[in-house]
């Protein structure tokens, strides 16, 4: 089984930066070869795909293009979300997973989640 532990999460104003960390763990799993993702949910909503990395390609939600930057460590099995332009509609928990694609849009593959990492912007 894989463990994902989320970090870096905390209270920013509107307009600053954070860096989300999501470290993976698992003794056959092989990081490099999966597609990466972070998934967000704010109190109220459902769990919403935010952003993804495979290999070679990038994979934004509409709403934080040009704002949040994926990025993996393969040696320490590690996916990064640089987080910048913060708004207070981007509060939520944070939550990585290994992601697929089905339905047309970017889902988890596996269906437990880590603690995830709160995220607060204030206005």
């Known amino acids: 089984q894989v463990q994902l532990v989320e970090s870096g999460g905390g209270l920013v104003q509107a307009g600053g930066s954070l860096r989300l960390s999501c470290a993976a763990s698992g003794r056959t799993f092989t990081f490099s070869s999966f597609t990466m993702g972070w998934f967000r949910q704010a109190p109220g909503k459902e769990r919403e795909f935010v952003a993804g990395?495979?290999?070679?390609?990038?994979y934004y939600a509409d709403s934080v293009k040009g704002r949040f930057t994926i990025s993996r460590d393969n040696a320490k099995k590690t996916v990064y979300l640089q987080m910048d332009s913060l708004k207070p509609e981007d509060t939520a928990v944070y939550y990585c997973?290994?992601?697929?694609?089905?339905?047309?849009?970017?889902?988890?593959?596996?269906?437990?989640w880590g603690q995830g990492t709160q995220v607060t912007v204030s206005a």
């Open positions: 997973n290994v992601i697929k694609r089905g339905g047309g849009r970017w889902e988890p593959l596996y269906d437990y």
């Open positions: 990395l495979s290999w070679n390609n990038l």
